[in-house]
Each structure stands twice: as C-alpha cells, then as structure tokens.
C-alpha cells in the first residue's frame, strides 16, 4: 500500500523512495523550476534579489574576486542594492585558513585583506565566516529571498560564484576562459521553509561567529535568527525534500523544523547518499546522473546492479577532470574502485561521456562538468551542491532539493539533452532518449578521433581508462 505522502507524487515517481534519515520531511505543493547553466541562472537570481522586499540571505564556498553576474554587477553590488533598500541582508563564507593562505583568490576567507575591502567599500550588511572539519568545505550554494514571508524563494544548487561558471545554454567558445555546464534549482513553497531552518541554523552556530575576526562588522557576534515557526504557503505541484550532509557533532541545537521533527544533529545527517542510493536502487528503466567526481563506491555498485536489471545508465563527467580525481587515479588504495568503474562498461546500456564544443576545423574546447544532479525513470531528480563522492556525502556540509514531479523531471531531461546533444526529446520516451544519447556520445567520439565536427556537445569516455 503507498504511504499518505507517496499519494501525493506522480505515477512515473511513486516508486522512488523517500527518506527519513535528514532533519526535513516531504513537502508537497512546491513550484520547482531547475535553472540550467550559469548565465540564466544568476540572472533569475539577480531578478529575485532586485525584487526582495524584506530579505537576501545567501551561504557562499567560492569566490572569485573579480567575478561578476551576467550585467556586470558584483555579487557585493548585488547585495549592497537590497540592503540600500533597507533588506536585512547576510551572507555566510566557508573559511579554510590554510587554503586563504595557499590560493587567496579561491574563497572569501575573511582575511585581514578581505577585512579591508568590506571596511573601504562601507559595506553595511551582515556577514559570518564558517570553517568545516579539517580539510573539509562549506560546500552548500543558496541564496533565500524574503525568508519567512509569502514572498518567499529560495534557489539550491552547486554553481560557484567564479566567471567561468557565467555560460549561456550551449557553450560557445569564451576565448581563453574554461567553460563550465551547471545547474541550479528555484524552489517555492513548503520545501523552501527548510532552506530556512538551514541557513538559521548555519548563522547561529557559525563556527568563527564570536572571534574578532569572525563576523562583520564586528559589533554583529550577538546577532541570533529566530528559527522559521510555520510553513511558507503552498506555491505549485511539485513534491520536495531538502537533504543535507552535517558531519557528526556539527551543530548543537538539534530544532525542531515546523511540521517536522527533532533531528539529532550530534548524530550526523547523511540524507543525500540515502537518498541517491535508494534511487538508484528503485530505477526501473533509466538513470542520468552529470557531476564534477564520482568516487563513491556504494554509488558505482548501485549503477552496476541497476544496469544487471536493465536499466539504462548515463553519466556525464568531466572530459578533464579535476586534480583530486587525477591523483585518485594512481593512488594502489583506490584501483579496486577505478576496477569497479571500469567494469560498468561490459554493458551495453551504459556510458560514460563528457562535453566539448567543435567547428568546422576540427578545434575542439572541453566543456568542464560542475553540476551535481540525477533523473531517474522521468520521476524523480535530486539538484543541489553534493558530489558522487564520499567527501561530499560524508564529510563536506551539503544542501540538495529532492524533486518527485514528473512534469518538471521531463523537461528537464529535454533542456539538458537538447544542450547536449542538439535532439529535440520532448515527445520520447525516457529510454528513448537516453539510447539516442549512448548513440551519439559513441559516434561522437568516433568523429573527434577522424577530427571532424562533433554533433552536438557529448562524447563517450571509455571507463577503463577516464582519469589516467
């Protein structure tokens, strides 16, 4: 028999479990509209800053300094016009001492430098800085627009604040700059209250929050938010989940979120692999999955079974991926993964692909993967800031929004595969398309071996051999 909650979700979606190991529940009648590259992105996201009329609350990992939004404007020109419209405007950076030190320009640390432009440019609104276990990150990218009020909206997702992620739909050449596919998700309704209880919860245990150099201005250490006490309004269909990796003993206040429960926060919160895993686990014809790393062997042996059963699997990654997967990659201690990686390609409907623009002269440009989401059987899709690796699912501070909408996973699957593979999916059927898409990213590959002309963006990666 479907549970209360499960009555509230689409056919094509019933299937997909949720979870109760987080602190959110299920939350119905959400509107959800995914944003997909950065360019759009962050102008719906300037458009809805603009229009605030009490609230911009935003959690920041990475900063470029001389990034800018789509029209020009600084993310502190951007937060400077709410809080001239006298908006209570904030904003939490993850602090790495060591890596403030090592890259300066990677994050907003909150050094004596960064201390220094705040000061020069009079900037009046709120910040905390907030450091992670070790070597871990403050990895969660959201921005909340008028918490707490019918007016409210929040936007999940993993896009940096870097210039290279500010890329329209397509990924033309940028000249020199790398060009880098992401995605973000708008979320309106109930689900959005959790986004709430989050940064609230986030603010008022900031971990530099009461030394000298931990908020600003300084005479803001005391400042404490009141945690949301009701539900935002119903706002759409769609039903959602927010889900969070908090390591162990993160935060002590354990609150109770409205309509929700008491969630142990000592005890850790590790809801996105619960959920990734179920997923997987519960496909019954496809699986499309595009991020930055994948090292999660729980992750990589889900895909395998689901493949045994006849699902079909696509993942995209980086054509060239990043430095920690590189080194990952002859490192003795992690070859029975990469074997486990390698091995999900005896089937004949999986594959691994990356994306890259061409011309005419056979010039290529790699298109970096940063985006962290999954589509499962035209259901269900997860969007937000956790990499397929351990580090993110149990390590790093993370922030995604389950969706269960077949409406919106649908369209979704036919912007990407538009992008990237230059097809019109819209009347396929979801195995349909994701054949084609093994189809082209294979011939793909072909093409760029001859020097010729891709068709479209994907091109097929070999498993056995990605990352060396």
Not at 80 to 96: S, Y
Not at 207 to 219: A, M
Not at 255 to 275: C, H, L, N, R, V
Not at 284 to 299: F, M, W
């Amino acid at each position: 028999m479907r549970s209360e909650t499960h009555m509230l979700v689409d056919r094509d979606a019933a299937h997909i479990p949720f979870v109760d190991s987080g602190s959110y529940p299920i939350r119905g009648a959400n509107f959800v509209r995914p944003l997909v590259d950065g360019d759009p992105a962050f102008r719906r996201i300037c458009a809805a800053v603009d229009a605030a009329r009490f609230s911009v609350w935003v959690t920041v990992a990475f900063l470029e300094p001389r990034f800018r939004m789509p029209d020009g404007r600084s993310f502190f020109e951007v937060l400077d016009g709410a809080q001239a419209r006298g908006l209570d405007v904030r904003v939490l950076f993850w602090r790495h001492v060591l890596l403030a030190t090592i890259s300066p320009d990677a994050h907003f640390a909150g050094t004596e430098k960064d201390r220094t432009f705040l000061a020069a440019r009079d900037t009046r609104w709120l910040a905390r800085w907030d450091q992670a276990e070790g070597r871990y990150c403050q990895h969660q990218k959201s921005w909340l627009i008028d918490a707490g009020q019918e007016s409210e909206i929040a936007f999940i997702g993993g896009i940096n604040l870097n210039n290279d992620s500010v890329v329209v739909p397509g990924h033309p050449r940028l000249n020199d700059r790398a060009n880098t596919h992401d995605v973000y998700v708008e979320v309106r309704g109930p689900a959005a209250t959790d986004v709430h209880h989050n940064f609230a919860q986030r603010w008022n245990e900031a971990s530099d929050r009461s030394v000298v150099d931990g908020s600003w201005p300084p005479s803001s250490s005391g400042s404490v938010l009141e945690f949301p006490r009701r539900v935002s309004p119903p706002a759409g269909e769609a039903v959602v989940q927010i889900q969070r990796t908090v390591r162990r003993g993160r935060y002590s206040d354990g609150t109770a979120t409205p309509g929700g429960k008491t969630f142990a926060i000592a005890e850790g919160e590790y809801s996105i692999i619960d959920q990734y895993v179920r997923a997987i686990t519960a496909a019954e014809r496809t699986v499309y999955l595009e991020d930055q790393a994948i090292g999660s062997p729980e992750i990589v042996a889900a895909l395998d079974a689901a493949l045994e059963r006849g699902v079909d699997v696509a993942l995209l990654v980086p054509l060239d991926p990043n430095r920690e997967m590189a080194a990952a990659r002859t490192n003795p201690e992690t070859q029975r993964f990469w074997d486990s990686l390698a091995a999900l390609g005896r089937h004949d409907r999986f594959v691994l692909a990356g994306l890259a623009g061409s011309n005419d002269a056979g010039e290529y440009h790699h298109v970096y993967i940063h985006a962290k989401i999954a589509l499962i059987d035209d259901g269900w899709c997860t969007i937000g800031s956790a990499n397929l690796g351990n580090r993110s699912f149990f390590g790093d501070t993370e922030l995604n929004a389950s969706i269960w909408c077949e409406a919106i996973v649908r369209d979704l699957r036919h912007q990407l595969l538009l992008e990237h593979l230059t097809v019109d999916s819209a009347a396929m059927t979801d195995r349909d398309a994701f054949a084609r898409y093994r189809a082209i990213a294979h011939q793909n590959a072909a093409r760029r071996a001859a020097g010729k002309r891709l068709e479209g963006l994907a091109i097929a990666i070999d498993p056995s051999t990605y990352a060396m």
